[in-house]
């Protein structure tokens, strides 16, 4: 699949939190963002925890880091599935580098603290997980949402209306890539 500088990648597996995942991607794709579900496999018709399917548009090892505007990490134990896979740990990881948006809400905090990337930041997450976020490094916070320069991450699915907005801000803020750039990284990568 195609995506460009408006694109936003949501993870996915089996077990995802269903309101974590399509509230998200509903929002974005009003705002005019181009949205890719990616999972370990293309194509396949995934089902959260309270039953709702979603497919996913890309298999998670035709995702490179450079056709994206920023990563949302929905929770349930989907993402505690998802946070062992170095193919995502390490997508994480150039999102951080570039300074692109990772938001993460309830659970999915796991995926950022398995990547390495939550050392220092202001965040928040479920309770659940709220003595792996501060052995990560993170400085805790227990609030609907919290944004730490490109990070955004809330506690759960109630927070959903400002984890949302705070998204939506960090994208409209964050300086878009040229095509040119997008070309010549697809060159160099092809090489």
């Known amino acids: 699949m ?4 408006s694109a936003v990648l ?3 597996d089996n077990d995802f939190d269903d309101m974590e995942l399509m509230y998200p991607r509903l929002r974005l794709q009003e705002a005019g963002y181009q949205v890719i579900v990616s999972g370990l496999k293309a194509n396949e018709l995934y089902h959260g925890r ?5 497919r996913s548009d890309q298999w998670i090892f035709d ?7 920023g990563v949302i990490c929905p929770g349930g134990m989907a993402a505690a599935s998802l946070r062992r896979e170095e193919k995502i740990k390490g997508l994480l990881a150039q999102f951080h580098h570039s300074g692109k948006l990772i938001a993460s809400i309830c659970t999915g905090g796991w995926i950022p603290i398995s990547a390495g990337v939550y050392r220092g930041v202001h965040a928040t997450g479920s309770l659940e997980i709220k003595d792996d976020l501060i052995n990560a490094g993170v400085i805790f916070k ?4 919290v944004i730490d320069r490109h990070f955004v991450s809330s506690r759960k699915a109630e927070d959903l209306p400002a984890f949302m907005k705070a998204v939506l801000e960090v994208l ?3 300086p878009v890539a040229s095509q040119a750039t997008h ?4 060159t160099l990568a092809a090489k």
């Open 142 to 145: 227990d609030a609907p949402v």
């Open 63 to 69: 995702v490179h880091e450079p056709y994206f505007r």
């Open 183 to 186: 070309d010549k990284e697809a």
């Open 10 to 12: 949501i993870l996915i």
């Open 50 to 54: 309270h039953g709702y399917p979603c």
């Open 2 to 5: 195609e995506t460009g500088t």
């Open 172 to 174: 409209a803020i964050q």
